[in-house]
């Protein structure tokens, strides 16, 4: 945007500065690694092997409570359809929760998409601990939840909800994009319309173009053989001379002479 206001900088009428959507990540610092996940289940939930069962279970449970808020509260829940912008297919439950001039939850949709995970597995070789197996992270393809929000303070914004552990979450917050456009909408009274191109052809006067500092090409010594082709591929264009002169079979000589490009 800096780079677009340097050169057109002189055509714009007016700059509006403004933040399009609010992106915040959330995620629970005391179960991003995989230690913190061993104590986690071992000394605060009380597993003594965290296995697939053990993980896979927490996930269950996140989706049945989704599943059980949305009934209590009518909401409805859907897979998210493919090639279909999520916000337009969610707009006209947006637009009903407006009207009745209510806030909260309004709309959720489910969709299959890579996210972060810890998955466990037994070791290689038996260890002193049966129990013991090896949780590391990795990135997978597994349900997310995006909870459509209409909040009373930050106005429109959207929540996705990781479905397995550890849950990552991100905000999408839009209440200053909305703000944006009806500023926009009250200024349009007040903006002038500028033509920044002309509607007429303009053609250079001069056919010839000169060159004010020459500068000789810096061309290696070559054999008379290769410099024919370099000059036969030079004459291929019209109207090109090039600079650098043969002399009777000798090496070439470097010439400061201008390049000329005729029409």
């Known amino acids: 945007m800096e780079t677009f206001t340097k050169l057109f900088g002189s055509l714009l009428v007016f700059v509006y500065h403004c933040f399009d959507r609010v992106v915040i990540h959330g995620y629970l610092s005391g ?3 995989p230690g913190q996940v061993v104590h986690f289940f071992r000394d605060v939930v009380g597993e003594p092997v ?4 053990v993980l896979s279970r927490r ?4 989706q049945g409570w989704v599943e059980a808020f949305a009934r209590n509260h009518s909401i409805a829940v859907e897979w998210a359809e493919p090639k279909v912008r999520k916000e337009d297919y969610v707009r ?9 001039n ?3 939850v309004y709309f959720i949709l489910k969709s299959m998409e890579q996210g972060q995970t810890f998955r466990s597995s037994v070791p290689r070789f038996p260890t002193d601990d049966p129990n013991y197996r090896i949780l590391a992270r990795q990135r997978s393809r597994f349900t997310h939840y995006y909870f459509y929000i209409e909040d009373e303070v930050l106005g429109p914004m959207s929540m996705r909800v ?8 991100e905000k999408h917050a839009s209440h200053a994009e909305l703000h944006a456009i009806g500023r926009i909408k009250k200024l349009a009274a007040e ?7 002309g509607s007429e052809a303009v053609v250079l006067e001069y056919a010839q173009i000169d060159v004010v500092c020459p500068v000789p090409p810096r061309v290696r010594q ?7 082709g370099i000059r036969r591929r030079l004459l291929e264009h019209a109207g090109v001379e090039p600079s650098i002169q043969p002399a009777g079979g000798r090496p070439f000589e470097l010439r400061a002479l201008p390049d000329v490009i005729r029409p």
């Open 31 to 33: 179960l991003s690694r």
């Open 50 to 53: 965290i296995d697939k069962a």
């Open 59 to 62: 996930t269950n449970e996140y």
């Open 92 to 100: 006209p439950a947006q637009r009903q929760m407006r009207r009745s």
């Open 102 to 104: 209510r806030h909260g």
């Open 162 to 169: 990781a479905s397995f552990f550890p849950f990552q979450t």
């Open 191 to 197: 903006l002038k319309i500028v033509t920044s191109i």
């Open 222 to 228: 070559s054999s008379r053989r290769g410099s024919k």
